[in-house]
């Protein structure tokens, strides 16, 4: 069986933009859901929509695997699934590493999408030596002393970081002195690694902050909406003697003193 080792991804030899790689995962997800309701092709205003982007820039990203659909059919569903998944490699097994088996790394070791997308959890490993040989979905826990050597016997490329943010540091220093050259980091830190290694963070705090700007800024917006729209209803003139007289001021406002 292939290993993450041994064969990488084709995107950056053909020139694929960072921005398409990144939206290659939410049209792959899209299809995988059409293709297991058997739908056998999709426009591409469909699949925008579904995925989540405008159908220009589906069409777009499209072009640079060489896919352009046919004119009034669409695209072939299941040929996409393929094509997309060969570029993000994954029609082959990626063994990965889990290093801190906390609740959120033993809820990712418990986390059921990865085989079916291309990924093996090949070892669960902790610093507590309490924790060395308890199972965690079925996988039995390994001391964080033998890190070096997990790596090498699975054949290990990608890891996955889920440590306290001061351990997450030198964790990632071991994991790419052992070979591992793509890292998911879950430890609420920036990570330090030298060229030819990919890190991808994952703040769960940040994306919260963001959303709570938006919401910030949604609040404003209504706000400011609802005082424009309390209008000050018309002064209703002062009868005298049969005639209205204008309660404005010389200057259009009431006056401060209303003559006797």
């Not at 938006?214 to 002062?238: N, Y």
């Amino acid at each position: 069986m292939a290993t993450g080792r041994t064969h990488r991804p084709a995107t950056r030899s053909r020139g694929i933009p960072e921005a398409t790689v990144a939206r290659l995962p939410l049209y792959l997800r899209a299809l995988t859901g059409l293709s297991e309701r058997s739908v056998p092709t999709v426009s591409s205003e469909e699949l925008a929509a579904a995925a989540g982007v405008n159908s220009a820039k589906l069409r777009k990203d499209f072009s640079y695997l060489g896919s352009y659909g046919t004119r009034g059919v669409g695209y072939d569903v299941e040929y996409l699934v393929y094509q997309i998944s060969r570029e993000l490699g994954l029609t082959q097994d990626w063994p990965v590493v889990i290093v801190g088996i906390g609740n959120l790394g033993a809820a990712l070791a418990n986390y059921g999408g990865f085989a079916s997308r291309g990924f093996r959890v090949a070892a669960l490993i902790d610093a507590d030596p309490a924790m060395a040989g308890k199972p965690v979905a079925g996988i039995p826990v390994q001391h964080s002393d033998d890190l070096e050597k997990i790596i090498s016997d699975n054949g290990v490329s990608i890891g996955v970081i889920a440590t306290p943010a001061g351990a997450a540091q030198p964790v990632c220093d071991r994991l790419v002195a052992a070979g591992v050259t793509s890292i998911l980091n879950f430890a609420p830190t920036v990570l330090s690694v030298p060229e030819g290694v990919d890190v991808r963070k994952v703040d769960l705090s940040i994306e919260l902050q963001i959303l709570a700007f938006h919401e910030q800024r949604k609040a404003g917006e209504d706000a400011a909406a609802a005082e424009a729209a309390d209008i000050v209803a018309p002064v209703a003139p002062v009868v005298r003697g049969g005639a209205a007289v204008d309660r404005k001021g010389p200057d259009g406002d009431m006056p401060a003193v209303m003559p006797a």
